[in-house]
């Protein structure tokens, strides 16, 4: 599990839904940019990592487990499997 594979798993769950990425962070109560790609590594380099609150809120959106959220980050940090 590493940065990109938890983004990828928000970008999936947000395809999943029908939702654009701005579209899943309002369904969440977020700000509508909170899950730009731009705003996952700053100008500086630094990752910026979802909260686990926002991954809370993600996963009660979706009514997934947190489980099947580390299914989800599995899957698409490895999508033979």
């Known amino acids: 599990m590493n940065h990109a594979s938890i983004w ?3 970008d999936y769950i947000a ?8 579209g899943l ?5 977020l ?4 899950f730009n790609k731009s705003k996952r590594i700053d100008k500086y380099g ?3 990592w ?4 926002t991954i809370a809120k993600i996963i009660s959106f979706a009514h997934i487990s947190p ?3 580390g299914r989800i980050i ?4 490895n999508p033979k499997n």
């Open 15 to 22: 395809a999943s839904n029908g939702l654009s990425r701005s």
């Open 50 to 53: 979802p909260s686990c609150i």
């Open 25 to 29: 962070a309002r369904a969440c109560g």
């Open 8 to 10: 990828a798993a928000v």
């Open 46 to 48: 630094k990752l910026h």
């Open 74 to 77: 599995r899957k698409t940090t």
């Open 67 to 69: 489980e099947e959220f």
């Open 31 to 34: 700000d509508a940019t909170a």
